[in-house]
């Protein structure tokens, strides 16, 4: 749990959390009130149902961070307010509910050893913060960059644990609250929440937890529940949900939020977890609720929770949000404006490759590059996903140095090409399957006419590759690094030629790859050859894309008219074989190739080499590209307009209609 967030979320987020608890709580009361005057309960029911109006009030920051991760939307905009909004109303309910566990304890207990119990607690917290946390600060600062915590390391901190643990039992303390001021106290970075969730969070997760699942189960008997009860129960447990409900969607449209997110965010602040049931057991094993109460509840959180996870899947689509209507692509972007570009990477050895590509583009200071460097990384023993932002210029020298070596490469690429290129560096954090959403947000932040990606033979890499082509708002370029690119140095400082070859069947893929290697065509150490791939029984198709593929080429042949490093040519071909053959050619002759994703299935040019592809993300001739066989580094191109029809009808009308109606909230936009 990052506390750290809450002084970040702005407003909307506290004024969420705060009614979604407090007006629950309140109208609960008083419908408990009309319910204990109009049936006729036990005294133990009779007593229950404030305890019960207070427990299911309460919004789990952990629940909703588990069923967020289960839906990959943790780094959508819905997802990192639902996360501040149930944080902020967890930490309300957990002051509420501890007062009350005191008063009930000062009624059974004599007011000394009361007193006891709760300075203890004040004695467990500095401990924390005085003895644990600095301890945890030594061992990370003593732990190399990239290794994990020493196996002596691990033992102290999981003998702190029970220490901690037993220390909460002996002083009359839950065992559980040594642990969680621990789990609070520890550094949110890596190395050591990451080797602990390597180390232990398999058997916590595979072991320990269905273990306790079971015997929370084992405890609901449905045989004691009687009718009253149950009605009571259902009553109360409709009343808080719509009113939850009603005290989400009411301050979430009033800041400009569209009705189907909050609607979303509306349900999953009423979604029930594990941690909500423990909660319920503790408030059973303490006998402030019945066992007929408790069997109630967790029933209820089941069926509710199996209702309404699925109702925020129909009604939230993270894509919608990235559909533009303007054209950002490098074939529209303006001849004398600054190009922004996105340039993400995998690993460390995608730095070189990347800066290769980017100082190919040609900068210059009548057409500038403004280059934003994502480097992603899987988040690893931390709730919250993260972005940092590195600050280069108002670091001191020494600062410098410890940033990444990532961010340290771009910005000596910036400072060689000093008002040719501006370059800003982050580092994104996050579960591999909702990475998408960190680089299609910011590339839509920041009007990026393209993102440049590694492709990568990692699976986790290869989703987040195919996700961002699916929801970009702008162009996408797919990067295979191979050859000289792998090793490539500076081109102006060596005196490189790179020899790139766009190959152009047809489509506005092929003519984003056009676009960007005629950019490309006017580097003095670039070496740019054209070849147009043409089917001598071609079919008829679609003659608006024909016309356009024609008036793309013949601009490009009347602006490179006299450049003397570039020539087009043009093969007609019968077959798919005899495409493979040219191919083949093409790489042995090219130290980068520059080729479009989707392509017509239909042309015989590539009809027959649809079966055997493999990387969907690459495209038909990119994934041929890519074999083995070929030694030649590959940039596929999707242009930003083949997707926007895709994701326009993924959102559905439905969707659409109330959207209109609303100007988005926090950095979402919509551009016309």
């Known amino acids: 749990m990052d506390l750290s967030t809450l002084t970040k979320c702005g407003k909307l987020p506290y004024i969420i959390g705060i009614s979604a608890f407090v007006f629950p709580l309140s109208i609960g009361f008083a419908a408990s009130v009309l319910l ?28 909703i961070l588990v069923w967020l991760t289960d839906l990959n939307l943790l780094n959508s905009e819905l997802g990192r307010l639902a996360l501040s909004s149930s944080l902020i109303c967890g930490i309300i309910s957990w002051a509420f509910l501890m007062a009350l566990g005191i008063r009930h304890d000062m009624s059974r207990i004599q007011a000394g050893t009361e007193l006891q119990t709760q300075l203890s607690k004040l004695v467990l917290l500095i401990l924390t913060l005085a003895l644990f946390r600095p301890i945890l600060f030594y061992m990370r600062r003593n732990t190399p960059e990239g290794e994990p915590l020493k196996e002596s390391y691990i033992v102290v901190i999981t003998l702190l644990v029970f220490g901690s643990a037993f220390f909460g039992e002996v002083t009359g303390n839950h065992y559980f609250l040594g642990p969680i001021f621990m789990g609070m106290a520890t550094p949110d970075r890596p190395p050591i929440g990451s080797t602990l969730q390597e180390r232990v969070g398999c058997f916590l997760w595979l072991v320990l937890m269905p273990c306790n699942i079971i015997s929370i189960g084992r405890k609901v008997d449905v045989f004691i529940i009687t009718q009253h009860t149950l009605i009571a129960g259902e009553i109360l447990s409709f009343v808080i949900t719509f009113v939850k409900l009603i005290a989400v969607l009411i301050p979430s449209l009033y800041h ?62 993270p894509s919608r949000r990235y559909v533009a209507y303007n054209r950002r692509t490098i074939q529209h972007s303006e001849q004398h404006s600054e190009l922004r570009m996105l340039a993400c990477v995998h690993d460390h050895e995608d730095v070189s490759a990347i800066t290769c590509i980017l100082e190919a583009s040609n900068p210059s200071r009548s057409h500038p590059l403004c280059i934003y460097v994502m480097h992603l990384k899987e988040l690893v023993g931390r709730t919250l996903p993260f972005v940092i932002k590195h600050d280069y210029k108002n670091l001191s020298s020494f600062k410098q140095n410890k940033i990444s070596h990532v961010a340290n490469a771009f910005h000596q690429y910036a400072d060689q090409n000093e008002g040719q290129v501006k370059v800003q560096c982050l580092t994104a954090n996050a579960p591999y399957a909702s990475m998408d959403d960190d680089v299609c947000s910011f590339a839509l932040e920041k009007d990026c006419s393209a993102i440049i990606i590694p492709s990568s033979e990692k699976p986790q890499a290869r989703v987040v590759n195919q996700n961002v082509l699916e929801k970009a708002p702008c162009s996408v370029g797919i990067l295979v690094i191979r050859g000289m690119l792998k090793d490539c140095r500076s081109i102006i400082s060596t005196g490189v030629i790179i020899k790139v070859c766009v190959v152009f069947l047809g489509g506005p893929d092929d003519r984003e790859a056009l676009s960007y290697g005629e950019r490309m065509a006017h580097h003095p150490n670039v070496r740019l050859t054209v070849l147009r791939l043409a089917a001598e029984d071609q079919p008829i198709g679609d003659m608006i894309e024909k016309r356009m593929d024609m008036n793309l080429i013949n601009f490009f042949m009347v602006k490179n008219m006299d450049n003397h490093h570039t020539v087009f040519k043009e093969e007609l071909l019968g077959e798919a074989m005899e495409t493979v053959r040219v191919l083949k050619n093409v790489a042995k002759s090219s130290d980068l190739v520059l080729v479009g994703r ?72 919509l551009h016309s």
């Open 36 to 63: 204990r005057n109009t049936f006729a309960f036990t005294k133990d029911i009779y007593d229950t149902l404030p305890v019960v109006v207070s427990l299911e009030s309460t919004t789990s920051f952990h629940a």
């Open 256 to 317: 400009k939020m569209p009705f189907l997110d909050a609607l979303s965010l509306a349900f999953l602040m009423n979604c029930k977890g594990l941690f909500d049931i423990q909660a319920f057991d503790r408030a059973r094993r303490a006998n402030v609720i019945t066992d007929e109460s408790f069997g109630i509840m967790v029933l209820q959180s089941i069926v509710h929770t199996a209702i309404l996870i699925p109702l925020v899947k129909a009604c939230y689509s």
């Open 598 to 669: 989707k392509h017509d299935i239909d042309s015989p040019l590539i009809g027959a080499l649809s079966m055997w592809s493999e990387m969907d993300e690459l495209g038909v001739i990119g994934d041929l590209l890519a074999s083995p066989e070929f030694e030649t580094s590959v940039l596929v191109m999707q242009q930003q307009a083949s997707v926007v029809e895709k994701m326009v009808k993924s959102a559905g009308s439905f969707s659409n209609l109330f959207n209109s109606k609303s100007k988005g909230f926090g950095k979402e936009r």
